[in-house]
């Protein structure tokens, strides 16, 4: 059960490093997208914008989720009882 334990922490903590890392690059690079001139931006550059920006939201989600999971920390299962 401690190993089990040790190993949720562990994978919910790549997890938040990982999708708050997402929801900051993808905010940024999602805005820049979006901000380019309508005369020089590439005809991919709206999607994917949508795109990015999607995925930063749900990595917002994701990311949450994985830290709410740190925090519980499973305190209702004791592996002692």
Same mark, same amino acid.
């Given at each position: 059960?401690?190993? /089990? /334990?040790? $190993? *949720?922490?562990?994978?919910?903590?790549?997890?938040?490093?990982?999708?708050?890392?997402?929801? !900051? *690059? !993808?905010?940024?690079?999602?805005?820049?997208?979006?901000? $380019?001139?309508?005369?020089?931006?590439?005809?991919?550059?709206?999607?994917?914008?949508?795109? *990015?920006?999607?995925?930063?939201?749900?990595? $917002?989600?994701?990311?949450?989720?994985?830290?709410? /999971? *740190?925090?519980?920390?499973?305190?209702?299962? /004791?592996?002692?009882?």
């Amino acid at each position: 059960m401690l190993r /089990r /334990r040790s $190993l *949720i922490v562990i994978v919910a903590a790549v997890g938040v490093a990982t999708a708050f890392s997402q929801v !900051g *690059i !993808g905010w940024v690079a999602s805005s820049a997208l979006l901000d $380019l001139d309508d005369g020089c931006a590439p005809a991919w550059a709206d999607p994917a914008a949508v795109v *990015i920006g999607a995925s930063a939201v749900v990595a $917002l989600f994701v990311g949450l989720w994985c830290l709410v /999971r *740190i925090v519980s920390n499973d305190s209702l299962e /004791r592996p002692w009882s």
